[in-house]
């Protein structure tokens, strides 16, 4: 719903996702809900009263079917009846164990299996890997494709129980990090639901969003479905990453939801069409005539950048963004445009949201400040103030599915270790640095965070893609560039750049080997690059 809306936003406070359905039928009826294509140019919209509807019916088959208590797999692409099936099984106090579809069968087979799954929901798209990992197991298949015809099955509805406890178990979660095997995280009914109305609390009101982010993640469901649910907001589903584009000029949303990587690239593209079209300078231009003005009070932004703002659908009016850090370039970019960017920082094991920057209070470099619903510490401090981050609040998981991790997240007072760094400073915002266990130690004593550095090179427009770590006692930047300039033409740019930032950083933080690489890094299913080193391939330059 639009800040300039007439109809004012309802107070909320729920724990079960069954008080939050009622509270979204209640509250928001027959607006519309969500919205997907059905061909080319033709939309369906579904109001939230035939959300609840659809709900409550696919709930009563899969109760008559016996899986009420029951773990069920969900995998599949973005759809309507992804979220139903997500909201039939939890509503039933049954758990969802939400799948990347991209992952091969063998790691689909073990999670199954890890988690005890009674029954698995799945898109035509994956079947036959899906078949072929139950098929021993004898797990009960429902394909989406049948979602409608189990529906039917339960004409007058069936009658949902209004509340949970709030301990209930409503999903597991296995995390897709960019290193090491993924952990099952146990999140109940609260975990999820207050996360979601903490950050509904903190954010913006909008009138139609786009969601790209993949449901299966905490982030995509939460940030993505659940809080523009609260908000009373039509969500329209794009079912492909590759398709933002196209949906975003078709739908035409006030907001998006993205990673880091989705709002670097479409930054970057803003930049690199307007120097393929002779107007960089004058944007340059424009932009520093806006940022005048601004000191003023007189906002300019959308007036001067409408031939930008139409390509983005004509009505973008904010971003939220999360999962990791963003350069500051692009952040104030697109503030520069007049779409105001809201950075956040979160972790599966919170449900995942924990701090977000808000309109009344943001700080470009910083992450916000923490949510209602949880609080945060750093602990063992450095000298700058760097140490671990640690939060608490209801948002917290209670452990990993049969891992021996699971007695050692925790502190005795009940603080969960993210593993993450960062500092926050005297109003309480957070600043991250990176991640501890890829801190760089070098032999000086002195401690580099490669994500500083990757931070500080990734707006360059000759760089897609770098990780850093170290090899040999060397800072080493593997790098993936931008464009299709020759070998030399890489080489000669990428090199510039480096020594321009070796040259703006004490010397122990300097890069002193680089790796141009050919092919991009393997990614995790929200765009993280994954750690992986010294992947080098026939074609790769090495740099010492």
């Not at 919205?35 to 609840?52: A, D, H, L």
């Not at 039509?234 to 993205?258: H, N, T």
Request: aromatic share 8%; hydrophobic share 35%.
């Amino acid at each position: 719903m639009s800040r300039k809306a007439e109809k004012k936003e309802p107070v909320f406070n729920l724990h079960s996702f069954n008080e939050m359905l009622l509270f979204c039928r209640d509250n928001f009826g027959e607006s519309p809900a969500f919205s997907f294509r059905i061909r080319k140019e033709e939309k369906q919209t579904v109001s939230f009263n035939s959300f609840y509807s659809d709900v409550s019916r696919l709930s009563g088959a899969f109760s008559r079917l016996g899986l009420s208590g029951k773990r069920i797999a969900l995998i599949g692409a973005n759809s309507y009846e992804w979220i139903v099936s997500y909201f039939s099984v939890v509503c039933i106090g049954a758990s969802v164990v939400p799948v990347d579809k991209e992952i091969p069968e063998n790691e689909l087979s073990s999670v199954f299996k890890r988690s005890g799954c009674a029954a698995v929901i799945y898109s035509t798209e994956y079947a036959e890997k899906t078949e072929a990992c139950v098929r021993k197991d004898k797990l009960s298949l429902f394909p989406l494709r049948r979602i409608k015809e189990l529906m039917k099955t339960e004409p007058d509805g069936f009658h949902l129980p209004d509340c949970l406890p709030r301990d209930t178990e409503a999903a597991v979660v296995f995390t897709s990090g960019t290193t090491g095997q993924s952990k099952g995280v146990l999140l109940s009914h609260e975990n999820i639901i207050s996360d979601a109305v903490a950050a509904a609390r903190a954010v913006e009101n909008y009138k139609k969003c786009l969601l790209i982010l993949p449901a299966h993640h905490m982030f995509g469901l939460v940030a993505g479905i659940l809080v523009p649910m609260l908000k009373g907001c039509e969500l329209f589903i794009s079912s492909s990453v590759r398709r933002l584009a196209k949906d975003v000029a078709f739908f035409r949303p006030q907001a998006l939801v993205l990673v880091p990587i989705m709002a670097e690239t479409m930054y970057k593209k803003i930049w690199a069409s307007a120097e393929a079209a002779g107007k960089s300078k004058r944007m340059e231009s424009a932009i520093r005539l806006s940022r005048f003005l601004l000191k003023f009070h007189i906002d300019a932004r959308r007036k001067i950048f409408r031939e930008i703002l139409a390509s983005l659908g004509g009505e973008l009016e904010g971003i939220v963004c999360g999962g990791a850090a963003v350069s500051e370039d692009c952040v104030n970019g697109f503030s520069d445009f007049g779409i105001d960017f809201f950075n956040g920082y979160g972790i599966t094991e919170c449900a995942p949201v924990v701090c977000v920057n808000r309109k009344s209070s943001c700080r470009s470099l910083s992450v916000g400040q923490p949510l209602c619903c949880n609080e945060i510490r750093i602990t063992d401090k450095d000298e700058n103030g760097i140490g671990n981050i640690e939060v608490k609040g209801a948002n917290v998981f209670s452990g990993y599915l049969d891992s021996p991790d699971s007695e050692h997240s925790k502190t005795a007072d009940g603080w969960f270790q993210t593993g993450d760094l960062g500092k926050t400073d005297m109003d309480g915002f957070l600043y991250l640095t990176g991640r501890k266990k890829n801190l760089i130690i070098l032999s000086n004593g002195k401690n580099v965070s490669p994500e500083e550095i990757e931070n500080a090179l990734s707006h360059h427009n000759c760089i897609r893609e770098i990780v850093v770590y170290e090899k040999g006692g060397k800072i080493t930047a593997e790098i993936f560039p931008e464009g299709k300039n020759t070998a030399e033409q890489t080489e000669k740019t990428v090199n510039e750049a480096v020594d321009a930032y070796n040259r703006s950083v004490p010397t122990y933080k300097n890069i002193e080997r680089v790796i141009i690489r050919e092919h991009e890094f393997s990614k995790t299913p929200t765009m993280k690059i994954k750690r992986e080193y010294e992947t080098i391939k026939k074609g790769d330059n090495v740099h010492a």
